[in-house]
């Protein structure tokens, strides 16, 4: 994995396409990009209908380029770009993996810290930090099974 296309490429194959599962926090679906997300992006469309270039737009410019993701190792980028995607505490997780201070905000000092630290050391420790968030999540019950396949994909992702 080199770059947010080859990132974006495995999120797809997280997320699938369209999903409108009522116990689904996000509701209505397509890509993983919530109606929610979509119209406030301007898409007006059916979500079923959602373009795949638009969900590539809406991650580059939501979830890939606020954290500087392309000054990652590309491990670290896509761990950081599918939590982001799919949601949690993206920015503190980062900042527990990497040692930075831990205040939830992003900035300099926690993109520094990323970079500065070992890809595999930090893959393992945020996959950690997010599972974790997952199983505490009331909809853990429901989603279990993906979720717990979603981050073994990304686990053997982060290895290669």
């Known amino acids: 994995m080199d770059s947010f296309e080859d990132a974006f490429k495995a999120l797809i194959g997280n997320e699938g396409g369209y999903s409108f599962n009522p116990a689904d926090p996000g509701g209505e679906t397509m890509w993983g990009v919530t109606a929610r997300v979509a119209r406030s992006e301007g898409y007006n469309g059916a979500m079923k209908d959602l373009p795949l270039e638009t969900a590539h737009q809406i991650a580059k410019r939501r979830y890939w380029d606020p954290l500087h993701l392309d000054e990652l190792d590309p491990r670290v980028a896509f761990q950081i770009f599918d939590a982001n995607y799919n949601g949690g505490l993206v920015v503190l997780w980062m900042q527990k993996a990497s040692g930075a201070k831990e205040d939830g905000k992003f900035g300099p000092d926690t993109?520094?810290?990323?970079?500065?630290?070992?890809?595999?050391?930090?893959?393992?420790?945020?996959?950690?930090?997010?599972?974790?968030?997952?199983?505490?999540?009331?909809?853990?019950?429901?989603?279990?099974?993906?979720?717990?396949?979603?981050?073994?994909?990304?686990?053997?992702?982060?290895?290669?």
């Open 111 to 160: 993109l520094d810290a990323v970079k500065n630290a070992d890809p595999m050391k930090f893959v393992m420790r945020f996959a950690a930090y997010r599972l974790r968030y997952l199983r505490n999540l009331h909809s853990w019950p429901s989603f279990s099974r993906g979720w717990t396949e979603r981050m073994a994909a990304n686990l053997l992702l982060g290895a290669a």
